[in-house]
C-alpha cells in the first residue's frame, strides 16, 4: 500500500508529508482547496507525463515522494527484480520536475526512464475519477479483468507458450519451404558445383601455405641456375683444376734440379688446388641440399590457379571455399531430403495447432463461465447505486479468426443504462455520474482478484446524494477490507465511512503575497465539523452537527 507522500514545490504545496494507513482514507475541502494538485503530484510519481507549470512559482524544481510497502510476492517487486533495480523492504518511487519541463524519475534511488517508472506506477495504484483515463474503460484490459476473476492467468499464460511455439514452427516451415524452393530452381548447378569442390577439396589456409611453397621453390629454382654455372667453371670441361694440377706436378719435378727457386711457387699452387678441391666438395653439397624438383612447382601452380579460379567464379575468397563447399553440401542435402523435413515440420504444425485451439477452446469456456458470474456480482451492486434499470453485459465474441497469443476471444464490457436504450461499450454509453458508478460496481465485484494494493477514487461521488451517496460509502469500506482505498469526496456520507480522514485547506502567507495548500489528518472532533460543513455549507448549524453525529454513529463498524 501507499505509506507515505513528500510533494514539495508543487503548484501550491510548498512542503507536504503525509502518512497513509490502510483501509479507506477519505480527502475532503472546499472546492479549490487542492485537492487534484495532490491527485496531479502523485500521478507524477506513478510515472504520468511532466509538465513545467505543476513547479511552484519562484523555484526552480518540484518534486514527489511516494513509499510503498508491498508483500514480498506482490509483481511490483518481481518486474524491479527483472529490471536489475534494487528491490529494498520499502519501494520508493521519487520524481523530480524542473520548471523547464525536463523530468528526473528515480526507484529506490536507482536512476530510471519515465516509461519504466510508469509501468511500475500501474501495478500499485489505480486511479479513478471522471476526468481520468481509466485501464477499465480499455477494451483490451477486458480480458484481463475476466481472467483476473476467473483466476485464468496461468491457463492464458500456458496458452500465449503454445502459440508462440506454433507460430514459430510456423515460420520454420516456411523459412524451409523457400529454401527448398530456391534449391529445387538451382538444383543441377548446385549438385555440379558441389561435386566440383569436393573434386577440388579445398582445404582452410591452403592457398596461404601453397603460396609460400611457390616462393621457396621459385627463389631455389634461381639458385639452382647459378650452382649449376658454379659447377661448371669448377669441375666442368673448362675446368682449371687439371691444368694446374698437372702445372704443380711438372714444377714440383724440376724443383729438385733447382733447389729453392720454385718452392714458394709449388707451395702456393698446392693451396691453391687444395681451395679447389674444397670448393668443388662443398658446391656438391649445396647441389645436393637444393635439390629441385620443377614438376612440384608446377604442382603448386596449377592448384594455385584451380583454387583461385573457383574463387572468382563463386565469388568468395579463396579461403572461403571450404566453408562454401560445406555450405553447398548442407543445401543439398536439404534438397534431397526436403520432402521427408517438409512432412516432418507440417507434422509439428498441425500438432501445435491442434493443441493451440484445444486449449483455446477451453480457455474461452472458461471465459464466458466468469463473464456470466462477473455480471452477476456487478449486477448485484447495481440497486443500491441507484442503477436498478441498467443491465451489464460481457460481450464475448469467440472465432477462430480471432486467434492470437491471448486466445480466439474479443471481450468487451458494455452496459443498458434504462430500459428501451441500445447497449454498447461501457466507455461510450454512461453518462459521467453513471460510468463513475458502474466502475465502482465492477471494482468490488472484482477487487478481492486483481493485484493493484491501492485504488484512488477522484470524486466519483460527483452529481449523486443521499442514498446514492451512502451506497458509495458502502461499497469503497467493502473495497477498502482488501486493498487500501483513498477516496478524493464532496459526500458526507462517503466521508463518514472512512478509517481516515485528511482535510485539504489554503491559507493566505502573512503578508498575502502567496498562497499555500496544506493537509492534515484531523481528530475525530475536527471530523465532525468537517462533516457537518459538507452538509450544511458556509455556515455550520448544529442540526447540521446533529446530522454529522448521525451519519458517523451509523456508519461506525
Known sequence: MLSQLSIRNIVLIE?????????????????????????????????SRGDGGLVRDGQEQGSITAVFELDPSHPARKFCRENELPDEDALILRRVQSGDGRTRAFVNDAAVSATLLRKLGKLLVEIHGQHDDRAMLEAKTHKLVIDAFGELEPKAEALAKVWKHWRGALGDLEDFQKKIEAAQREGDYLRSSCDELEKLAPEPGEET???????????????????????????????????????ARRLSQKQEQVPGLLDETVEFLDQALNALYGAQDSLDTARRDSEFDPVELENIEERLFALRAASRKYSVA???????AIRMRKDLNDLDAGEERVDA????????????FT??????????????????RVMEEFPSLKLEAAQFMVEHKSSRELAGPSGIDDIEFWVKTNPGTSAGPIAK?????????????????????????????????????????????????????????????????????????????????????????????????????????????????????????????????
Open 318 to 324: 579463396v579461403e572461403n571455399l571450404p566453408d562454401l
Open 209 to 247: 601455405s601453397l603460396a609460400e611453397n611457390r616462393q621457396r621453390l621459385m627463389r631455389i629454382e634461381q639458385i639452382t641456375s647459378d650452382l649449376y654455372e658454379a659447377h661448371e667453371t669448377l669441375s666442368g670441361t673448362a675446368s682449371p683444376v687439371p691444368t694446374l694440377s698437372s702445372l
Open 345 to 356: 515440420l507440417l507434422a509439428k504444425c498441425s500438432e501445435l495447432e491442434a493443441r493451440y
Open 15 to 47: 512542503h507536504l508529508e503525509l502518512e497513509f494507513p490502510s483501509g479507506l482514507s477519505v480527502l475532503t475541502g472546499e472546492t479549490g482547496a487542492g485537492k487534484s494538485i495532490l491527485l496531479d503530484g502523485l500521478s507524477l510519481a506513478l510515472g
Open 429 to 557: 454509453v454512461a453518462s459521467g455520474g453513471e460510468l463513475s458508478r458502474f466502475l465502482l460496481a465492477l471494482k468490488v465485484a472484482i477487487f478481492d482478484r486483481g493485484t493493484t494494493p491501492t485504488l484512488v477514487f477522484d470524486e466519483i461521488d460527483t452529481g449523486v446524494g443521499g442514498a446514492v451517496a451512502d451506497a458509495i460509502g458502502q461499497r469503497l469500506a467493502r473495497l477498502s477490507g482488501g486493498v487500501q482505498v483513498l477516496s478524493v469526496t464532496h459526500a458526507p456520507q462517503v466521508a463518514a465511512r472512512a478509517n481516515s480522514h485528511f482535510l485539504i485547506s489554503k491559507q493566505a502567507s502573512k503578508n498575502n503575497t502567496h498562497v499555500t495548500t496544506s493537509v492534515l489528518e484531523i481528530s475525530d472532533t475536527e471530523r465532525r465539523e468537517e462533516i457537518a460543513r459538507m452538509l450544511s455549507g458556509a455556515t455550520i448549524t448544529n442540526e447540521a452537527r446533529a446530522a454529522a453525529d448521525q451519519l458517523l454513529e451509523q456508519s461506525a463498524p
Open 359 to 376: 486449449l483455446a477452446e477451453k480457455l474461452s469456456g472458461k471465459r464466458a463461465a466468469a463473464g456470466k458470474l462477473l455480471c452477476k
